[in-house]
């Protein structure tokens, strides 16, 4: 099945502790990004991706990173550095726009 | 930056009945695509729609881009459509700005 996949759906992190996210995908699009959600709100970007060993930061990159060594995944990497990382994760991939999503990663302090 | 308001912020219905939600933009987009979050938080397209009207079943969406605000229209609500809608919109093929959403309870 074509789709973006994101593991784990649900990840715990102890203080300090840098995470890592995953995303994958298989819809051969150009474009990937990851976006944050808190509880009773809207989707904010994080970083994005236009093509492959580039690319760009969100509205709120601080305290993350990312990597894109291949078209088909987009890695992002909570750092300790992210004092309140606490949210659902969500990975899309486009070409241009629409923009699809994945399923979700939650990521919780323990 | 753009800044996305969608209104009603809460919205509850009875089954059967219809609803009309809508989103402004503070400035012009070249891209707009409605979404709904399930309970699972699974985000699923509804429309692309940077402009004009689309129909899929019970959901139409209609955007007005010279003034700057769409509309997604429900009709004969069931249960099944509970869960937030978000708008989001950008000036750029690349980049998406969503809205805080409307949460949608329809009861049977």
């Known amino acids: 099945d074509g789709g973006i996949t994101q593991s784990p759906k649900y990840l715990f992190r102890k203080e300090g502790q840098n995470v890592t996210l995953s995303c994958e995908q298989n819809?051969?699009?150009?474009?990937m990004y990851w976006y944050r959600q808190d509880p009773g709100q809207g989707l904010r970007l994080i970083y994005y991706?236009?093509?492959?060993?580039?690319?760009q930061k969100g509205d709120i990159a601080e305290g993350y990173s990312v990597s894109r060594e291949k078209k088909e995944s987009f890695p992002l990497t909570v750092t300790s550095a992210q004092k309140n990382p606490t949210a659902f994760y969500l990975c899309?991939?486009?070409?241009?726009?629409?923009?699809?999503f994945g399923d979700g990663t939650r990521l919780s302090i323990l | 930056g753009i800044q996305v308001e969608q209104s009603p912020p809460d919205l509850i219905l009875q089954e059967g009945a219809n609803s009309t939600l809508r989103c402004n933009f503070s400035?012009?987009?070249?891209?707009l695509q409605w979404f709904h979050q399930n309970p699972w938080g699974q985000l699923i397209n509804l429309f692309y729609?940077?402009?004009g009207t689309k129909q899929n079943g019970r959901l139409s969406a209609t955007t007005v881009a010279t003034e700057r605000y769409s509309l997604l229209y429900i009709s004969s609500s069931q249960t099944t459509d509970s869960g937030v809608y978000f708008c989001?919109?950008?000036?750029?093929?690349?980049?998406?700005?969503f809205g805080s959403g409307t949460r949608l309870l329809v009861r049977p």
């Open positions: 899309a991939s486009g070409n241009g726009q629409p923009q699809h």
């Open positions: 991706s236009q093509i492959v060993n580039d690319f």
């Open positions: 400035d012009s987009v070249n891209n």
């Open positions: 819809l051969n699009h150009d474009a």
């Open positions: 729609i940077p402009s």
């Open positions: 989001a919109g950008g000036d750029s093929s690349y980049k998406l700005i």
